[in-house]
Structure formats: C-alpha cells, structure tokens
T-cell receptor
Framework: AQTVTQSQPEMSVQEAETVTLSCTYD???????LFWYKQPPSRQMILVIR??????QNATENRFSVNFQKAAKSFSLKISDSQLGDTAMYFC????????????FGQGTRLTINP | GAVVSQHPSWVICKSGTSVKIECRSL??????MFWYRQFPKQSLMLMAT?????????EQGVEKDKFLINHASLTLSTLTVTSAHPEDSSFYIC?????????????FGPGTRLLVL
C-alpha cells in the first residue's frame, strides 16, 4: 500500500518570503502521479500542481514549483513570493497510474502567511 | 479543470433520518467520481469510488448499507447517509476523475457539512 507523509504540521512565514513544504511517499510502483492540493478556509480543494513520475523535469505553475526526487521518494512544494491568499492547508497526494486511480493523501501542512 | 458542485453545502438533521448529498460535474461527463470524508483538522479519507452505471466500490471499513452511492448519469453521483447518527457528522467531499493516462487528475466539489443532532 502507498503512504504519504507530510512531516510539518504547521508553518508560518512573512508575506513575500519563499517557503518549502515537505512530502515523502512510499510505493513500489514505478509509474504514478504526485499532486499538491490547497484547501483554504472555505475548504474547497484546489489543485496546485501535478507531477508525472516518469518526467525528470520538475513541474512549475507560476509561483509554485516542486522538487521531485524519485529515488528519495520526495516531492516538496516551493512557494515563491508568498501572498496572504496562500494561507491554507496543503495536502500532498499520490495516485498510481495503473489499477484503481485513487488519491492517497498526506496529513497536511497548515501554512500561514503573515502580513 | 472540471467544475464540480455539491448540494447542499450545509445540512443539519435529526438522528435517525437519512440525508442525500448530490455531486454534479457541470462541464464534464464523469464516468468515475469519488467520495471523501474529512474530520476537523484531518486529511481526506476516501470512502468509495462511484462508477456510472455500476455499483460503487467501497473502501475497507466503510459500511455500504450506511453510505449508499448512486451514479445514475455521467454528471451526477449521490451519497445517502442512512439513519444518520452524531458520529456521522463530518465534511463530505466529492471529486471527479478527469482525463486519462498522463493527463489524469481529480477535481473537487466545495464539500457538504453534515451535522447530526
């Protein structure tokens, strides 16, 4: 079974700073996807970024980028020039490419951006 | 991404009653939808996979007779909490599976808060 671990329950940074959220996972699969979802106080889950495991190039979406280390099974999220609207719970998630395409979520990291 | 709605967004009911939650894919025909449950300050736990035109697949430990799922069309899946009790109070979220292969992603509805008194 796959497991996803987020070791930072809470983080807090000042606006405009850069912050990195950690995520590690355990799997025996070779083909899979990794995701970061954001859940603001409204509790709406929002896709932030996705990464295909076969791609060596790290995914980027504007201020959001990932550091994907497949051998280490690590998938961290970097938020540059953080904004107040980035305040949210962030969940790392894993999905196998074959078989049941279920998302397995980490425990989440509560990120607070301070003015 | 896909636009997903849920109705109702908030429901309060008495213990012993049944509650139906709707999940609609507004701009995408979804053969597969998922239902999650989230307790306060916790992560999402998958309850079941809803497949259009067939029976849902439930995760281990989820009572299928308690949480009835119907996916009768490509745009609508419903979750019915039967004979609800206070311990069923939670935040229920659905998602839609979009794309295939390397494009596959899940998009989520806004969630439904259920409070059973």
């Amino acid at each position: 079974a796959q497991t996803v671990t987020q070791s930072q329950p809470e983080m807090s940074v000042q606006e405009a700073e850069t912050v990195t959220l950690s995520c590690t996972y355990d799997t025996s699969e070779s083909n899979y996807y990794l995701f970061w979802y954001k859940q603001p106080p409204s509790r709406q889950m929002i896709l932030v970024i996705r990464q295909e495991a076969y791609k060596q190039q790290n995914a980027t979406e504007n201020r959001f980028s990932v550091n994907f280390q497949k051998a280490a099974k690590s998938f961290s999220l970097k938020i540059s020039d953080s904004q107040l609207g980035d305040t949210a719970m962030y969940f790392c998630a894993f999905m196998k490419r074959r078989g049941a395409q279920k998302l397995v979520f980490g425990q989440g990291t509560r990120l607070t951006i301070n003015p | 991404g896909a636009v997903v709605s849920q109705h109702p967004s908030w429901v309060i009911c008495k213990s012993g009653t049944s509650v139906k939650i709707e999940c609609r894919s507004l701009d995408f025909q979804a053969t597969t939808m998922f239902w999650y449950r989230q307790f306060p300050k916790q992560s999402l736990m998958l309850m079941a996979t809803s497949n259009e035109g067939s029976k849902a697949t439930y995760e281990q430990g989820v009572e299928k007779d308690k949480f009835l799922i119907n996916h009768a069309s490509l745009t609508l899946s419903t979750l019915t909490v039967t004979s609800a009790h206070p311990e069923d109070s939670s935040f229920y979220i659905c998602s839609v599976r979009v794309g295939a292969g390397i494009q596959e992603t899940q998009y989520f509805g806004p969630g439904t808060r259920l409070l059973v008194l």
